[in-house]
């Protein structure tokens, strides 16, 4: 049985930002690329690319990029504003469209976006950022 699972790039500072956030706020469990070789299971379900984007995994589901951090959303605040909004959204047909470009906005300028939400990530963490 797979737990909710994000699996994200744990070399990039802008993403372990946003996997704490989610760490500290849900009970989603976060897993960085370098650790897949300890969850074989996990790794054998993601996409042969799967280092272009974040994913959520479920028993049942594999969401990737945009997807996965709007699905992770959703359960942070599943009955509230921001969970009643992507229900809202989801009905629209082109909603998916548009949730993927706004992700390759963000992924593609993650450099910028470090400069303003970013944490030490795991694959660069000394002694001393432990």
Known sequence: MI??????????????WWADYFDDRTEIRIVGFS??????????????????CSHFLTEDARYSCGASIEEAL????????VGNAIGFLRNFEDYGQ????????????????GQ???????????????
Not at 3 to 16: A, H, K, Q, S
Not at 35 to 52: A, F, G, I, S
Not at 75 to 81: A, F, K, V
Request: hydrophobic share 20%; glycine share 4%.
């Open 116 to 130: 303003v939400m970013s944490k030490t990530p795991p694959a660069r963490q000394t002694a001393d950022d432990r």
């Open 98 to 113: 548009i949730r993927e470009w706004g992700y390759r906005q963000v992924a593609d300028n993650r450099d910028k976006w």
């Open 74 to 81: 959703r359960r942070y605040d599943e009955d509230g504003p």
């Open 3 to 16: 737990e909710p699972t994000l699996v994200y790039d744990d070399d990039c500072g802008f993403c372990t």
């Open 35 to 52: 650790d897949l070789r300890d969850h074989p299971d996990l790794q054998e379900r993601l996409p042969e690319h799967y280092k272009e």
